[in-house]
Each structure stands twice: as structure tokens, then as C-alpha cells.
């Protein structure tokens, strides 16, 4: 029950407020009803397995003491739960008669096989929680008014766009298409006057991804044609403006809101130069070849204002939004001319500073890093190495129309190549398994977000050699928040 404890308040301090389809109340019940349910003990335990394995959370010294087995690490103990989990889910029928522990189960054992880097296992799994949340009517605006459950309405309806977000990004990630629409309400801040602040930064997640629509997601996937500049120029100008300069939210929602926004800019930035809208002339600077530059600036302001714990609660997802947004400024700039003062910011000070975040990161270092430099060597081998500070020269002659040239434009994507980019090779990333000097220093920057009491949030790297993200193309997200309230 220590180990149960444990993970029931790690969830609540660090992961409600991106994912608030819980309520402690209603959690410590079915914790009660776990020997004669067994959709409450698949619930509680892959919960249990999500917070080891997503987060790798370090469990108390007294969580094995009535357990069956013999203490280990947290990752191994979330694997054996994962599998428990699936052990007893194949003894009853969950599919005719879901309710909504069926679907958070599902969900959770879909951020557990994502973590693990199992990505086809990770795409069942969240396809079975979109089509359980379908087989409930959970996208019908009708299905919440025949509720008497205020709390588990509320719930329910969170978890609806929390899939909804969570499809989206994975979809991008993974060029996988869509199944659930924006066909209810959102949640509303007035529904529960103690969350206020933790809701309406769940929202702006919501409004950040609402843009994504099969349209999009079909012209990323390549299933679709017929998208035009002033479109994606639109869709940039809307992101652009998607989030208020102060935020009302949790600093580690801050941070998920903020990378995600300008992650999101460069996968549109990405699809424009895919389908050979951009110009060095263009009218719109969103439609230039240089906007990766001002996206990596944007992030770089917004992350010199955040505290470590705020950023390392979201794991490998935040990283791998890093890694994406400076392997596209690393094209960018071994392509474009950019004329530079010695006095001023730049590029160069943008990759810099991207490349010690993600460095100081845990799990960055030895994952992301090696991949990174590698990523710089090629794209601008006149880089010296020792150090890893970005050169003064001039970038390399090769122009975009070199980099994306017809060929590449029109290159269909897949799982196994998510961006018009290519990733370095695994060989080259291997031999580049060295430090990174961290001695950038850079003025703290308001970050403008409602600032909450702090929670600590261990995170560990996860135990695999190199993100399958990063070896297709580029990257994923998976965030996690912090909360310090009750459900």
C-alpha cells in the first residue's frame, strides 16, 4: 500500500495539471476497490507503472516491505507492473462496456510503452483509448449532459481533450492520422474554483494544438495536397499569437506551453519548406528561409527564465523538442547567410545555448548531445570541436535550394523519416559520445507565467541507448507537469 501511496502523490505533485483526469478522492475509492474490481486494480496499477517508467520516480525504502518481491529499481518494478497490468486486462472483456478507468488505463500504458521507446505497442495502446473514448460517446457534447457525476463529467471531459492533445503530437511524431475531433466543449475555468490556475493552462494547451486538424496532420502525413502559402502563413501568425505574454499556470506548465508553442512553429516551418513555399523574399517572415532563427530565439528567451525542476519534470519529451528546434537552426544556418556583430546575439549564441540546455538536462547528455554535435559536424564541419562554441566564420556555401531541393520537397514522410531533415547517422552520433563545456551564461528573462509553490520532481534517464525519435528525424512530446493541490 507504501508503494501505491507513493505513486498516487507523485502523480498529484507532479503530472495533474498537463494531465487532470484524476481526483484524489475518487482514486483513494477505487484503491478500495481493488480486490473485487478488476478495472480497479488494472487502473491502479498501470497508474503505479506510468509514474516508474515516465518519470522514474524513486520510490520510499519502506514500499517493498508488503510486496512479494525483492526491492529494485524503479524502472524494472514499472516494467513488471506493466505487465501485470496486461496479465489480468486478458482475463475480462473491457472492450464492450468501457467506463473511463478502462480508458485512463489504456492511456497510461500508452506514456509507459512511450517511455520505453516501444513505439508501435505505445500506438495501440493510444488508439485503444481514443476508440474506448468513442465506444462511450465521449466526443458527443450529449454524452456530458445525461451526467449526474459532476466530478466524473469534469473528468471525463478533461480526458477527452488530453487524448485529444496527446493524439496530435504523436501524430506529428509519428505520422500517424487522426481519430478524434474538437466536437465537445472545452473544460471550463469556473468548474472548479481551486484549479483555477492549473485549468486554464490546460487549456492554452488545448488551444495550442486545436489547429491541427486532419488537413494539416493529412498534408504532414503526405496523404493530402493542395495547402497554399497564405494558409500556412495564417497557421504561423495564429501560433504566433496562440499564447498571452503573462501566463496563468504552474511554472512546468509554463514550460510545456512555451516549447511547445515554438515546436509547433517549427513543424509548420518544416511542412512550408517540404512543399517549397519559402522564399528569401517572402513578405511574410514566417515564410523565409531565416524563421528558424527567430523560433530559436523565442525558445531561448522563454527557457533562460525557468528554473531547472521545472524543465527536467518532462523528461525526455521536452529534450527531444530542443534537439528538433536546433537541428532545424543547424540547417538553417549552415545554408543561409547571416551576418553577425560581434556584440550582438545571433545564431550561433541561440545554438550555443540550446546546446547547454539540453546537455544540462537529465537524460540530454548522453543521449541527445552525441546526436547533436553530430548534426553540427556535418551541416558545418569547419566547426571546431573542442568546446563546442559555434564559429565566427562564415556558414557553409551549400544553399537551401542544395538542402531541399526537389527531390526532398516532395520526399514523402514516414515513421521512419518525420521531417525534410535527415539525422545524423548513428555511427557518426557513437563517436561523438563526448562533454559538452557548459560555460554560456546568459541574463535571466521573465518568463511570464503565475508562479506556484515548488515540488520536487526526480527525474532519471531512461535506460536505452539512443531515442528512436532522434534516429528518424526528429522528435516527440510527452509532458509533465507539477501540482501541488488535490484533485
Known amino acids: 500500500m507504501e508503494m501505491i501511496t507513493a505513486c498516487v502523490d507523485y502523480f498529484f505533485a507532479n503530472m495533474y495539471p498537463t494531465q487532470p483526469i484524476l481526483h484524489r478522492q475518487k482514486v483513494g475509492e477505487t484503491i478500495g476497490q481493488m480486490e473485487q474490481s478488476v478495472e480497479a486494480y488494472c487502473l491502479v496499477v498501470s497508474l503505479c507503472?506510468?509514474?516508474?517508467?515516465?518519470?522514474?520516480?524513486?520510490?520510499p525504502p519502506g514500499a517493498f516491505h508488503d510486496l512479494e518481491i525483492q526491492p529494485q529499481p524503479s524502472l524494472e518494478l514499472g516494467q513488471l507492473l506493466l505487465q501485470e497490468t496486461l496479465r489480468v486486462r486478458k482475463g475480462y472483456d473491457y472492450v464492450e462496456a468501457p467506463t473511463i478507468w478502462t480508458v485512463i488505463t489504456s492511456f497510461f500504458l500508452f506514456g509507459s510503452y512511450f517511455c520505453l521507446d516501444k513505439h508501435n505497442t505505445a500506438w495501440f495502446h493510444i488508439r485503444e483509448a481514443t476508440t474506448l473514448a468513442q465506444i462511450m460517446g465521449m466526443h458527443e457534447e450529449a454524452h456530458y449532459a445525461v451526467s449526474t457525476d459532476?466530478?466524473?463529467?469534469?473528468?471525463?471531459?478533461?480526458?477527452?481533450?488530453?487524448?485529444?492533445?496527446?493524439?496530435r503530437a504523436y501524430a506529428l511524431q509519428q505520422h500517424r492520422p487522426l481519430t478524434l475531433q474538437a466536437?465537445?466543449?472545452?473544460?471550463?475555468?469556473?468548474?472548479?474554483?481551486?484549479?483555477?490556475v492549473e485549468l486554464s493552462g490546460f487549456i492554452h494547451l488545448v488551444n495550442l494544438f486545436r489547429p491541427f486538424d486532419d488537413t494539416f496532420v493529412g498534408l504532414w502525413n503526405k496523404a493530402k495536397t493542395g495547402c497554399t502559402t497564405e494558409w500556412l502563413a495564417r497557421l504561423?501568425?495564429?501560433?504566433?499569437?496562440?499564447?498571452?505574454?503573462y501566463l496563468q499556470s504552474t511554472e512546468s506548465q509554463a514550460v510545456d506551453l512555451r516549447c511547445s508553442q515554438q515546436w509547433l512553429r517549427t513543424m509548420v516551418w518544416q511542412l512550408s519548406i517540404s512543399h517549397g513555399y519559402l522564399s528569401s523574399a517572402a513578405n511574410e517572415n514566417a515564410m523565409s528561409f531565416r524563421y528558424p532563427i527567430e523560433i530559436s530565439r523565442d525558445l531561448v528567451t522563454a527557457t533562460t527564465g525557468f528554473s531547472q525542476q521545472s524543465m527536467e519534470v518532462h523528461g525526455i519529451g521536452l529534450i527531444e523538442k530542443l534537439f528538433d528546434v536546433a537541428c532545424t537552426l543547424t540547417d538553417v544556418m549552415s545554408c543561409v547567410p547571416y551576418e553577425q556583430h560581434t556584440f550582438e546575439y545571433g545564431p550561433r549564441d541561440y545554438l550555443n545555448q540550446l546546446m547547454s540546455l539540453?546537455?544540462?538536462?537529465?537524460?540530454?547528455?548522453?543521449?541527445?548531445?552525441?546526436?547533436?554535435?553530430?548534426?553540427?559536424?556535418?551541416?558545418m564541419p569547419q566547426?571546431?570541436?573542442?568546446?563546442?562554441?559555434i564559429p565566427m566564420g562564415p556558414p557553409s556555401r551549400l544553399g537551401m535550394d542544395d538542402l531541399y531541393d526537389s527531390g526532398s520537397q516532395g520526399h514523402a514522410h514516414s515513421s521512419t523519416a518525420s521531417t525534410p531533415f535527415g539525422s545524423p547517422p548513428v555511427s557518426s552520433a557513437a563517436a561523438s559520445m563526448v562533454g559538452f563545456a557548459q560555460d554560456h551564461s546568459y541574463p535571466p528573462v521573465s518568463s511570464g507565467y503565475t508562479e506556484m509553490p515548488p515540488a520536487s520532481a526526480p527525474m532519471a534517464m531512461y535506460q536505452h541507448d539512443l531515442p528512436s525519435a532522434a534516429l528518424r528525424g526528429y522528435p516527440t512530446s510527452n509532458p509533465i507537469q507539477k501540482y501541488d493541490g488535490t484533485g
Not at 507503472?49 to 524513486?58: H, K, L, R, V
Not at 566547426?383 to 562554441?389: A, C, E, I
Open 49 to 59: 507503472a506510468y509514474m516508474m517508467i515516465q518519470p522514474n520516480m524513486n520510490l
Open 150 to 167: 459532476v466530478i466524473e463529467e469534469s473528468r471525463k471531459r478533461r480526458l477527452y481533450w488530453l487524448l485529444f492533445v496527446t493524439e
Open 183 to 196: 466536437t465537445i466543449n472545452p473544460p471550463r475555468l469556473d468548474e472548479d474554483p481551486t484549479e483555477t
Open 236 to 245: 504561423q501568425q495564429q501560433l504566433s499569437e496562440a499564447l498571452p505574454i
Open 358 to 379: 539540453i546537455s544540462s538536462l537529465r537524460g540530454g547528455q548522453q543521449r541527445y548531445m552525441p546526436l547533436l554535435l553530430a548534426k553540427v559536424n556535418e551541416a
Open 383 to 389: 566547426m571546431p570541436t573542442h568546446g563546442y562554441s
